[in-house]
């Protein structure tokens, strides 16, 4: 039989045994089941969770001889654990819909801009620590959360860059290998390549030839992919070109800007409607 724990910071620490399941999220109660399943399910509210977190943004389910994974929120998430194969680590985006086969080990859950800090939105870092026990071991008792609403407040927006405004256009520039596929060896785009891809994009480029205004701009979108206890512009020293590589990969992860919104730049340009994309 299996048992999983998960724990992380500021989270109370809970054990399954096989047959046995978990729900969680910002408020997880709400999607309990009115009536006793196979597995025996229990809700664990995430402490501090940030309000755009999604209500329910995972399910554990423990069995005889796998634990899984899926993810059911739009919150974005990363899912990294270490095994036995050529490469040795694995690493995955999580999307609502997806299941996951957890390793034996250590399996770290990213929940980007998960936690709500005092000075804005960190990471949230959930570990689940998957282990075989002998048949009629002792499993621990789940410990919940503190009690919240079941009901939970309806989830916001996370933050976000205003849409075809020049900070969004900066981040598509600057994410694009990401968005695109291109991702293998991306090398992130210089300043003048910024500027020059938002021209071509709209006609216009706003100020974008002085590289400062790019820096700026990448600061502002870095400060939001990040959050202000993680923005790589305070945390680490160097130039915008020592950070724009995280910046970009991070803007992309976040869903600052998205494949949908690069082909809705695509099609505005190839309309000749860069200017009035919405058109």
Do not use: C, K
């Not at 969770?49 to 998430?77: I, K, Q």
């Not at 050529?86 to 999307?95: D, F, H, K, Q, W």
């Not at 981040?171 to 291109?182: D, F, N, V």
């Amino acid at each position: 039989m299996l048992r999983v724990t998960l724990r992380g910071r500021g989270v109370p620490t809970v054990v399954l045994g096989s047959g046995e399941s978990m729900l969680f999220g910002r408020a997880p109660d709400v999607a309990l089941p009115d009536v006793d399943a196979q597995l025996r399910t229990t809700a664990l509210a995430l402490p501090r969770a940030a309000p755009h977190v999604s209500r329910l943004v995972g399910e554990l389910a423990v069995g005889e001889e796998v634990a899984r994974l899926r993810w059911h929120g739009s919150t974005g998430a990363q899912l990294s654990s270490l095994f036995d194969a050529p490469g040795g680590a694995r690493r995955v985006a999580l999307a609502t819909g997806m299941a996951a086969l957890l390793d034996e080990g250590e399996n770290h859950l990213l929940l980007l801009r998960g936690r709500e800090e005092a000075a804005g939105f960190a990471d949230l870092v959930l570990v689940l620590d998957v282990e075989e026990v002998r048949e009629g071991a002792d499993v621990a008792p789940v410990t919940f959360a503190p009690d919240q609403d079941p009901d939970g407040d309806p989830t916001t927006d996370a933050p976000h860059l205003e849409r075809w405004s020049r900070e969004w256009y900066v981040a598509l520039a600057l994410a694009e290998p990401w968005l695109s596929g291109a991702d293998d060896y991306p090398r992130p785009p210089s300043n003048r390549e910024i500027y020059e891809r938002v021209l071509a994009w709209r006609g216009h480029a706003w100020n974008l030839e002085r590289a400062q205004r790019v820096d700026d701009a990448i600061r502002a979108i870095a400060r939001l992919a990040f959050g202000p206890a993680d923005d790589p512009f305070t945390v680490t020293q160097g130039r915008v070109q020592n950070v724009r590589f995280a910046v970009g990969r991070r803007a992309a992860e976040t869903s600052l800007v998205t494949t949908e919104d690069l082909e809705a730049v695509l099609d505005a340009q190839a309309r000749g409607a860069g200017l009035n994309p919405t058109a």
